[in-house]
């Protein structure tokens, strides 16, 4: 079955540190992939996505990812966090051909001031 | 542009009882989706509306739970009669299409008893 990873559950981190937070799927084909967070009660939201193209992608908020084929990942990054990335992210991929929308589990990010 | 609007915000009920969600989701948004968010997970979705077709709904509980989308814009998610599992927060996302960007209403808390 296809399926999405997160591995990183929960991530804490101390502000200006650099973030990396995985995500693997399971698909062989052409896949749109996307980020989607979560701020303490707020509605979730897109942070990038990446349908073709520059495999390097930069979203909101100074987060980028960079789609790995071959490793079929997704991985998010931000080079110094601030207290404010606290959230949950979520990543999610949509196979071609299929009406598929799949999220991970999610990573909890804390970030201490 | 206006959001997903979802009501009510919050539900306590019984178990045994019966409880409806409504969804109105973005003007002109051809899919729609209804999710269950468990704490702590990631979104489960429970059906996904192209218009006002369904497209999956492999993961409803069909023996308690319904959906429509009449007309093919707003949706109304049941369950009767509801567990103590059901017990969840229920999101509801749109997108202009299948595998585009998803917009989440602010989600339904649902505390059965």
């Known amino acids: 079955a296809q399926s999405v990873s997160q591995h990183n559950h929960h991530v804490i981190l101390s502000e200006a540190a650099s973030l990396e937070l995985g995500c693997n799927y399971s698909?062989?084909?052409?896949?749109?992939l996307f980020w989607y967070v979560q701020y303490p009660g707020q509605h979730l939201q897109l942070l990038l996505k990446?349908?073709?193209?520059?495999?390097l992608v930069k979203g909101i908020k100074g987060f980028e990812a960079e789609f790995i084929k071959s490793k079929f990942s997704f991985n998010l990054r931000k080079p110094s966090v601030q207290w404010s990335d606290t959230a949950e992210y979520f990543c999610?991929?949509?196979?071609?051909?299929?009406?598929?929308?799949?999220f991970g589990t999610g990573t909890r990010l804390k970030v201490l001031a | 542009e206006a959001g997903v609007a979802q009501s009510p915000r919050y539900k306590i009920i019984e178990k045994r009882q019966s409880v409806a969600f409504w969804c109105n989701p973005i003007?002109?948004?051809?899919?729609l989706y209804w999710y269950q968010q468990i704490l702590g997970q990631g979104p489960k979705l429970l059906i996904q509306f192209q218009n006002n077709g369904v497209v999956d709904d492999s993961q409803l509980p069909k023996d308690r739970f319904s959906a429509e989308r009449l007309k093919g814009v707003d949706s109304t998610l049941k369950i009767q009669p509801a567990k103590l599992e059901d017990s969840a927060v229920y999101l509801c996302a749109s997108s202009l299409g299948s595998r585009d960007e998803q917009y989440f209403g602010p989600g339904t808390r649902l505390t059965v008893t």
């Open positions: 003007s002109g948004h051809a899919t």
């Open positions: 990446y349908f073709s193209g520059d495999p």
């Open positions: 999610a991929v949509t196979p071609l051909g299929t009406y598929k929308y799949i």
């Open positions: 698909y062989g084909g052409t896949v749109n």
